[in-house]
């Protein structure tokens, strides 16, 4: 009788991992009855699985030694075997390794058949916890053998989960992705809930080596919302989302998921220290450097005392890099740095390459020659089906040993593989902010090559390598289902939350736009990429061609000085101009003093004529002396992008087109206008003056749709811009600094944000923004923009007219209506706006008004 009730009580150990709270609550009510010995073992040891789950480790063991005990009155050496085994790979997990494998031993000794599978795969979890992941395999080898015969598909499933994830750990991606793939079916077929959600997760794993980090994040999502439908809080979770927000270059976020796992530091020895591992690498990425060190030490600390070789170096190697950064230097970290390297390439640690590329640039710093090329040597190599981010950085180290032993060629063939590797990584991601964030990997391989170009004088070649990683992301259209009803629905309700937050900033509502946000932005990151493969290269011959009586002037930076290269019939110049942070300086005192005036405030101080001949030669030097009267391009790098042109003496009186990048210039220009001329005039709330303006230019456009006054909402005006020749719209903007793709134009239904934008088919040919700041982008990554205006240029949108400073509302209204009557008369909008520009010239606050706006694009 005491045998049968045994066996109806083994529901509660699959229990136990699918739904603890359950089985915890299932075993209290069974140990009431006061059960035979076998029963109550069963019962105490499903409850110390589940407490296990849930984090309380003490508890847990207290529960499975009461198992044992209760196993070994019974006189059932299976029963004995299976609960020593599950308190082995407990007492593992909680940092007593060495009892937890002698524990498990014993559980093998006393096992046969299916049982001994069972127990194999709890001791290859200790094995894989202190990084012996040789010898888990061969355990987990055997275990799925058996298992498979005996025909237990959860504890297949649950050895196969094991096994890919040592794969994984490897660098077997394709054989850890086959057998996450065999037990997440097993999982489903049996019910398993939380060991599916941890399948789930396992394969954004897999997705995340192979650098498809879109598709990681969707599967940790999954994971997450799997895990807290079982009520369960799982630290991994956390660590895994860690790893692929950096990838992503998402480095704040990663730090505050981790900062808040530390926070709520409950988990058990094993994950603690895995958990001040992953905050370490966190805090390092974000730059805190002496969080990153304190972090990374704590873990070394706690896998030192659980004997986890693996993860300790790993810990070391995060700490020497902290205190790389801070600017230690010298033999002694030389020697520390080389040390770890070779520790890691001994356990197979990933960071074994980095490790070495760390040691080469300290053997170069100290003078070492021999000791530098040995070490990029070990940096450089790669598997064939490394992804691209390892590929990219071996290609890195390459670069330096070649440039190290003067092989200019051999370094400028690496900078560009690994280029092209960064290429590869960034096109697998739909979202723009990803895109440009992930040129940041890339920016000490395209200084190698500007460096070069700078050393032998070659402008051409500087202009080139310039291109290469500059605006890259505004090459492709962002990839954004226009049809996606979720995000749209999530973008009309945080309208809705700011439009009334306007009028009542309530703390709740101020908590539901942040939500909100999180939702659209997060949506946006799993967006998958489809344009693999699909980089242009620029063309300077096509440049030169296009350009014709046009001069263009690209200034770069290389080493905190900005250089001008001219392009003018057929001719490449460079001039030096000077500091970049200097130029920085004048472009800030050059926007307070249009602010200043836009406010009508006091006209004392420098005139805008001295203030513009400053920043003229602060931004453009002896360049200035190149430009004739002909028509200019400027291509400024990121950080001077808010400049306005329009005050450099040099510049006024003439067509100016701003682009981030001569190649950006070059796609504008293929732009064709729509067949159909359709003109949108589109009025804000709260603009007095903007209604005057709209009104006006609605009697140049008797045929123009008019958005005003209730009918400006998102959708009406989204769906009229979509494709038009024509758009201006005169509306209050918002510039987001700290997340700017939700910098907005004010509609009658709350803001219109950069996700809006990015859901048309294509942007309007030609869009005039008269509004506050709507020309403004935030520099990301290595030389890209994130803002209002710079996301309509990968739509299609051929020309846009935007303000880089807040502007006076009334005196900017003439100056639109005489904008679009140069447009009517056949003008191109650069042309349109130089020509425009003489209705303000008597009046102070419309000539800071005109000297505020940029023509951007072609």
Known sequence: MAGGRAEGAEFLLPLALSRPHDAIASARSLLSENPAPAEASIAHQAWGIGLRQLGDIPAAVRELQTSVRLAEECGRPEREADVLATLGATLGRAGRSREGLASLDRAVDLSRGALTGRVLLRRADVLLVLGRHHEALDDLRSAITRLRRSGDQVWEARSRNYRGFIQ?????TKRADADFAVAEKLYAATGQEFEYAEARQNRGLVAYSRGDLPAALRYLDEAGRRFAAVGVVWPDLAIDRCGVLLAAGLTAEAKAEMDQAVAQL?????????????????ALAAGDLD???????????????????????????????????????????LRRVQEVARRLDAVGASEASAAHLLAGRLALAAGRPKTADRQLELAGRSSKDAQPMARSAAWLGKALRAEARSDVRGMLTACARGLDALDEHRLTMGATELRALATGHGVELASLALRDALRRDDARRLLVWGERWRATALGVPPVRPSDDEQFVGELAALRDVVRRLDADPDPALEKERRRLEKAVRDRTHRAQGGATGAVDRFDVDELVGALGESVLVELIEVDGVLHAVVVRDGRIIRHPVGSLEAAAVEVERSRFRLRWLAHGRSQRGPSLDVIGARLGDAILGQAQELLGDRPVVMVPPSRLQALPWGLVPALTDRAVNVVPSAAVWLRARQVRPPTERRVVLVLGPGLSAGRTE???LAKQYPDAT??????????????????????HVAAHGTFRSDSPLFSSLRLDDGPLTVYDFERLRRAPYRMVLSSCDSGLAKPVGADELLGLSSSLIPLGAAGILASVVPVNDPATAPLMVALHDHLQAGRSLAEAFAAAQAVARDDPAAVAAARSFVALGA
Do not use: C, H, P
């Open 694 to 696: 709209v009104m006006n």
């Open 168 to 172: 994984l750990a490897l660098g077997g």
């Open 706 to 727: 008019v958005l005003a006054d209730g009918d400006a909402t998102a959708e009406n005006v989204l769906r009229e811009l979509d494709g038009a020749w024509i758009a």
């Open 266 to 282: 409950e988990a058990t020895a094993t994950k603690r220290g895995e958990l001040w591992f992953a905050a370490a690498t966190a």
């Open 291 to 333: 969080a990153a060190q304190d972090r990374a030490l704590r873990a070394r600390r706690l896998f030192s005392a659980q004997r986890r070789a693996w993860w300790s170096v790993r810990s070391s190697m995060v700490a020497l890099e902290a205190r790389y950064q801070s600017g230690e230097r010298g033999d002694g970290l």
